[in-house]
């Protein structure tokens, strides 16, 4: 069986095409930009949770990347950066035009491009950046700006009305990939460790363990059997057949 796992993970890493982000799915630009677009997409999952989604390129071909952004009593938590500074310093200007009110935090849930790039955006004006101290290790390898790295012990954080669970699920899209609940909206915000319906294949597995990824799936299942919501890094949202599907491209790469 483990002689079996390890040739399928030969097998992914050299047929799947790897870029320095999370994941494959090529979709068209919004209709009024070009791939290097700073245009940030707001989509609404419920009142108060609502989806930034932003554009990376590549090689000419354009990428879509979901991050979140919770809305409180108290103020707004962002789940995730865009692609770029400019996108970020868009969506945080948006945030509070949009909905007039002050980000309380931001979390990131890995140290990867597409998840972080626009951390500094965020700590020069000293909004608070949450992380688990693996992320902030390789964020400062990477030269991301440093985030505090309390997600460790800290694993529920409070903005009034709304609480911000983060749960470390073990090894899989990355070392240091984690998962956002919020338990009064029930929406997980999965992010890369969890692949959209429409996705073919795995992505980047660059930093993945192919090994561990598919337990890491079903314990965030097992935790969260209740999500009605499914939010992946990338693509379009859905509800736990999400999980289910990663773990079938997990078990049967390349199908």
């Known amino acids: 069986m483990l002689r079996d796992r390890k040739i399928r993970f030969l097998l992914v890493v050299m047929f799947t095409f790897c870029f320095g982000y999370c994941q494959t799915t090529i979709v068209s630009p919004p209709a009024s930009s070009d791939s290097d677009s700073n245009t940030i997409e707001w989509i609404k999952i419920k009142e108060s949770v609502w989806i930034h989604k932003s554009f990376g390129s590549f090689d000419g071909k354009t990428y879509p990347s979901n991050g979140l952004v919770v809305l409180?009593?108290?103020?707004?938590?962002?789940?995730?950066?865009?692609?770029?500074?400019?996108?970020?310093?868009?969506?945080?200007?948006?945030?509070?035009?949009?909905?007039?009110?002050?980000?309380?935090?931001l979390v990131v849930t890995h140290a990867h491009d597409d998840r972080m790039v626009g951390v500094p955006s965020f700590q020069k004006r000293n909004i608070p950046v949450y992380s688990t101290k693996q992320t902030a290790k390789i964020a400062k390898e990477k030269g991301y700006g440093v985030p505090s790295?309390?997600?460790?012990?800290?694993?529920?954080?409070?903005?009034?009305?709304?609480?911000?669970?983060?749960?470390?699920?073990?090894?899989?899209?990355?070392?240091?990939?984690?998962?956002?609940?919020?338990?009064?909206?029930?929406?997980?915000?999965?992010?890369?460790?969890?692949?959209?319906?429409e996705a073919g294949d795995l992505g980047n597995v660059k930093d993945a363990d192919l090994l561990q990824w598919e337990l890491s799936v079903k314990r965030v299942l097992s935790r969260y059997p209740d999500a009605e919501v499914v939010v992946p890094g990338h693509g379009n949202w859905g509800k736990l057949d999400l999980l289910r599907h990663t773990i079938r491209l997990l078990i049967t790469p390349n199908d």
């Open 149 to 197: 790295p309390i997600l460790d012990i800290q694993t529920r954080l409070s903005a009034g009305n709304v609480s911000i669970e983060v749960f470390y699920p073990g090894h899989g899209h990355s070392p240091d990939n984690i998962v956002v609940w919020l338990p009064e909206t029930h929406i997980l915000f999965a992010g890369c460790l969890v692949k959209a319906l």
């Open 72 to 105: 409180a009593n108290k103020g707004v938590v962002v789940i995730d950066t865009p692609w770029t500074i400019a996108q970020t310093e868009e969506l945080i200007q948006s945030i509070q035009s949009k909905f007039q009110k002050e980000i309380l935090f």
